[in-house]
């Protein structure tokens, strides 16, 4: 591994479009740490575009990542739960559902936890 490397998320190891095209992922990785920049647009919802093809009841990932843009929502299995938006930086564990608040797309990075490698 070299001191320095710099990646553009245009020419990224792994790109990926959600389901009824709600969305895309780019993720570039560095060594064993991946970095994902993410756009999810309004409509999008885990349970209902990602749980069908990951078949756990409730997203069993854990995020960590800041948001540029748009708002989202998050509730636990616990019953806890947040809304999360632009400036914000945020912690989800395992055992979650999560959607695209209002009717702006989503944009942000994510260093654990993407869901774009799984699609």
């Known amino acids: 591994m070299t001191n320095i490397e710099v990646k553009s998320f245009d020419s990224a190891e792994i790109n990926n479009v959600l389901p009824d095209g709600l969305g895309e992922a780019a993720v570039v990785e560095f060594g064993d740490v991946k970095v994902t920049r993410m756009r999810i647009k309004p409509g999008w919802r885990w349970s209902e575009h990602i749980k069908p093809m990951v078949g756990t009841d409730s997203c069993q ?6 948001v540029t843009k748009g708002r989202v929502r998050v509730i636990h299995d616990d019953g806890s739960e947040s809304t ?5 930086a945020y912690s989800v ?3 979650h559902d999560a959607w695209v608040e209002g009717d702006e797309t989503v944009e942000g990075f994510e260093f654990a936890g993407t869901w774009a490698d799984k699609l």
């Open 61 to 66: 990932v854990r995020h960590l990542g800041v």
């Open 93 to 95: 564990m395992p055992g």
């Open 84 to 88: 999360y938006g632009a400036g914000d």
